[in-house]
């Protein structure tokens, strides 16, 4: 679930060096990577995030439906950390609020990013993917509530469980069966999927978050403000920038919003045009001297221990449910929450996001690529309807860590995540196979 930062590159970095015509060496010549830095870029890719999400869910299934089970919950239970300061917290809810804030400090570099820089700073190129996210997130949430009207309970608190995009999981699909595909509808995804994190960030910090301690709230601006300030300075020293990010945290925790939002707001407060202060040279092969922005130097930094490391973990803490076989499995399924969970997930999705892209295309000067077609959204609109890190998020502050329901969402957006991932995976590669034969005719006719 690693998001993928663009490449700040793309956004008029400031060259600082010698151009590359000048016959005078650079300064300092880049050497070959190191073994870290290979192992960094490795973990970042697309199919290496997704697989090692899978990874870490298979084997929280395994362990949570073998003799292992004991072990697997004492672990996921076991808590620790400063009780005066709230924090004692399991092992499992660690992995939510902790780890998962890592996961969302890079949401909110990409955020940046694209609103200042990328995709999303154009209105009219931006105005198709944000329709397309904004139909994704709301027919799900509509058809989860229509399903469970009369379910009774609690059972409406989990209304925003389907609404979420998991962009490492739905990325890693896209690469792995579309490397004919447009590079568009990767763009495509990425912008939906960024406004789709913007959305499910708004859903969680107005509708799951209650009793706020305004005290603590107004204290996390004091570190806030003190990153902002440094960073815009141009600060990179981890010592500095890691114990403010650490203390702000704790405070949004203490005061009752979930921490997470915290490394949002951390992310957004990253400078995300390249200036003389704040940015870092970065020197190409020729010997070219480019300044690229503190969103894109963080990015890199944060990206592998987002994608290898945090949200891994956290799915390893939170996928682990006992299903009980296919029995246990079919009564998880007949519950109106796992079955409103697994139809927003499989049609809420896909109907939204194609229908919404079709209204959209329709007002003046909005069209679709041209090297896109709607069966390629259509495709993209099924990926889309993998909703797995965000989703098991939403769903642990809905019904509560551990509770049956919890339970019963888990297996819901587990099914309608697979479900959605085959159909999304076997449309893209049938597309796939169109366009190998159309290049095949094209390159026959061009020989004749």
Do not use: C
């Amino acid at each position: 679930m690693s998001p993928d930062v663009p490449d700040a590159s793309s956004s008029a970095p400031v060259p600082t060096g010698p151009a590359p015509s000048t016959p005078a060496p650079p300064a300092h010549a880049p050497g070959p990577l190191g073994r870290g830095a290979r192992l960094a870029r490795f973990v970042s890719r697309d199919t290496t995030g997704g697989l090692l999400l899978l990874g870490a869910t298979v084997l929280a299934l395994v362990l949570a439906n073998s003799p292992a089970a004991d072990w697997y919950g004492a672990v996921r239970d076991t808590t620790f950390g400063p009780a005066a300061l709230h924090l004692d917290l399991s092992v499992g809810a660690w992995a939510a609020d902790g780890l998962l804030a890592i996961f969302f400090f890079v949401v909110g570099l990409e955020l940046k990013q694209e609103f200042v820089a990328g995709s999303l700073r154009d209105p009219r190129a931006a105005a198709l993917p944000i329709a397309a996210a904004v139909g994704g997130v709301a027919l799900p949430a509509v058809i989860y509530t229509l399903v469970n009207l009369d379910a009774g309970g609690d059972a409406l608190q989990g209304w925003a469980i389907p609404a979420a995009t998991d962009i490492a999981f739905a990325v890693a699909v896209i690469a792995v069966v579309g490397k004919r595909l447009p590079p568009a509808l990767r763009t495509f995804l990425l912008t939906l999927a960024v406004v789709d994190d913007l959305l499910a960030i708004t859903i969680i910090a107005i509708f799951y978050t209650s009793g706020i301690l305004f005290l603590p709230l107004l204290a996390a601006l004091v570190p806030l403000a003190a990153f902002a300030l440094l960073v815009r300075r141009g600060v990179r020293s981890w010592w500095l920038l890691i114990p403010l990010g650490v203390v702000a945290w704790a405070l949004v925790h203490a005061s009752g919003i979930h921490a997470t939002i915290a490394g949002v707001v951390l992310g957004l407060l990253v400078p995300a045009i390249a200036t003389r202060r704040a940015g870092v040279d970065h020197t190409g092969p020729d010997g070219h001297v480019e300044r690229h922005p503190l969103t894109h130097h963080f990015a890199e930094r944060w990206s592998p221990v987002s994608s290898g490391v945090a949200v891994p973990l956290f799915a390893f803490f939170s996928a682990g449910v006992t299903v009980g076989g296919l029995t246990g499995l079919r009564d998880a399924l007949t519950d109106s929450v796992a079955l409103g969970i697994v139809l927003a997930l499989v049609f809420g999705k896909s109907i939204g996001i194609t229908v919404s892209s079709l209204l959209v295309t329709r007002l003046p000067g909005i069209r679709l690529d041209p090297s896109l077609r709607w069966p390629d959204i259509v495709g993209l609109s099924f990926v889309a309807g993998i909703g797995f890190t965000v989703s098991l998020l939403v769903g642990e502050l809905a019904f509560g860590s551990g509770s049956e329901r919890d339970d019963v969402v888990k297996v819901g957006v587990l099914v309608g995540s697979l479900v959605s991932a085959l159909i999304g995976a076997a449309v893209l590669t049938v597309r796939v196979r169109q366009r190998a034969r159309a290049d095949a005719r094209a390159d026959a006719d061009a020989e004749r």
